[in-house]
């Protein structure tokens, strides 16, 4: 049957989709307009449509979603479809967050902040240099290359873990595999999560937080399993950390009733700094569907193919 691609991208975009294709090839609706007709004639997805709505395609070839992490979709569509993501439109976003959050905690603002509101105008002493500190990056994707290389610029010493050995960047001090983990965590000032929701990755930081620095800074930035939850709250309860960095938690939302939410050295964002706030991330991921819609129509290779079994992207072109 003819090729035909379904987009449910959001946010307005649907003009700029429909301005590069034909209405046979493209068709361009919101999630709560997609109609039983659409998924029987559509041959394609672009956009993070419903799992269950996937499995109602039955001529399905190819999806792409417009997030980075594809865990929603990863054994619960038929692994004969092929599935692209959206990895590396997300790196300048969430890296500019991250050292957001390393400045915070480093420069003692979140004590400020907390002066500010009580109107209180005291010298809260001695602050951190980012140079010269030790940043151990669990993932070296679009994400933390970003980060890598914005720590990296400010003087620290970068030491990075990915789950196989590649030619080192040269912003990269030092490039290992998980297996040396927790004999490089007491090295470490900055620990930065970068990691994508596995089974390999599920709870990486565990009891293990404790063989951090007391004084160091955590980050969260991949997804909220890579950390054990109780065991973060065990740590912070017996005084490690000098701040805690959370874009994304476990479970998600965060209850009301978590202890996190209390903790002074602990800063929790809600799982935004990936989202559309920044105007570039929507215009890459724009860029990145179209292209990727063009190479499917023409039979060209796609960018971004995702592995079933692994669960994140395979090819980096």
């Given at each position: 049957m003819p090729k035909k691609v379904l987009c449910v991208i959001q946010h307005d975009t649907e003009n700029i989709i429909r301005s590069s294709f034909s209405e046979k090839e493209v068709i361009c609706v919101k999630k709560n307009e997609v109609t039983e007709q659409m998924l029987q004639s559509c041959t394609a997805?672009?956009?993070?449509?419903?799992?269950?709505?996937?499995?109602?395609?039955?001529?399905?070839?190819?999806?792409?979603?417009?997030?980075?992490?594809?865990?929603?979709?990863?054994?619960?569509?038929?692994?004969?479809?092929?599935?692209?993501?959206?990895?590396?439109?997300?790196?300048?976003?969430?890296?500019?967050?991250?050292?957001?959050?390393?400045?915070?905690?480093?420069?003692?603002?979140?004590?400020?902040?907390?002066?500010?509101?009580?109107?209180?105008?005291?010298?809260?002493?001695?602050?951190?240099?980012?140079?010269?500190?030790?940043?151990?990056?669990?993932?070296?994707?679009?994400?933390?290359?970003?980060?890598?290389?914005?720590?990296?610029?400010?003087?620290?010493?970068?030491?990075?873990?990915?789950?196989?050995?590649?030619?080192?960047?040269d912003y990269v001090d030092a490039l290992t595999t998980m297996d040396h983990l927790n004999e490089l965590l007491p090295e470490a000032d900055i620990i930065a999560s970068c990691l994508p929701d596995t089974p390999e990755t599920y709870q990486i930081l565990s009891s293990n937080l404790k063989l951090c620095k007391k004084n160091a800074v955590l980050i969260n930035v991949g997804r909220g399993k890579n950390i054990d939850t109780t065991a973060l709250i065990r740590a912070l309860d017996d005084g490690w950390f000098k701040g805690v960095q959370l874009d994304v938690v476990d479970p998600e939302p965060l209850p009301y009733?978590?202890?996190?939410?209390?903790?002074?050295?602990?800063?929790?964002?809600?799982?935004?700094?990936?989202?559309?706030?920044?105007?570039?991330?929507?215009?890459?991921?724009?860029?990145?569907?179209?292209?990727?819609?063009?190479?499917?129509?023409?039979?060209?290779?796609?960018?971004?193919?995702?592995?079933h079994q692994l669960g994140y992207r395979i090819n980096k072109d």
């Amino acid at each position: 049957m003819p090729k035909k691609v379904l987009c449910v991208i959001q946010h307005d975009t649907e003009n700029i989709i429909r301005s590069s294709f034909s209405e046979k090839e493209v068709i361009c609706v919101k999630k709560n307009e997609v109609t039983e007709q659409m998924l029987q004639s559509c041959t394609a997805v672009v956009g993070n449509l419903s799992k269950d709505k996937v499995n109602q395609m039955p001529n399905i070839e190819w999806m792409h979603t417009e997030s980075a992490g594809v865990n929603s979709y990863v054994g619960k569509i038929n692994p004969k479809i092929t599935l692209t993501c959206s990895s590396g439109c997300y790196g300048h976003a969430i890296s500019e967050h991250m050292v957001a959050g390393v400045f915070y905690f480093y420069k003692k603002l979140d004590y400020y902040v907390r002066n500010q509101r009580m109107r209180r105008w005291h010298n809260e002493g001695q602050v951190d240099s980012i140079e010269g500190s030790t940043c151990l990056i669990l993932g070296l994707g679009d994400i933390g290359k970003s980060f890598a290389r914005k720590m990296k610029a400010m003087g620290c010493r970068i030491i990075a873990i990915k789950r196989t050995i590649t030619l080192k960047p040269d912003y990269v001090d030092a490039l290992t595999t998980m297996d040396h983990l927790n004999e490089l965590l007491p090295e470490a000032d900055i620990i930065a999560s970068c990691l994508p929701d596995t089974p390999e990755t599920y709870q990486i930081l565990s009891s293990n937080l404790k063989l951090c620095k007391k004084n160091a800074v955590l980050i969260n930035v991949g997804r909220g399993k890579n950390i054990d939850t109780t065991a973060l709250i065990r740590a912070l309860d017996d005084g490690w950390f000098k701040g805690v960095q959370l874009d994304v938690v476990d479970p998600e939302p965060l209850p009301y009733n978590s202890k996190l939410w209390g903790y002074d050295n602990v800063l929790i964002t809600p799982h935004i700094s990936g989202n559309y706030n920044l105007p570039q991330t929507l215009e890459k991921v724009l860029e990145l569907s179209i292209r990727n819609i063009h190479h499917y129509l023409n039979d060209e290779p796609l960018e971004n193919i995702v592995s079933h079994q692994l669960g994140y992207r395979i090819n980096k072109d």
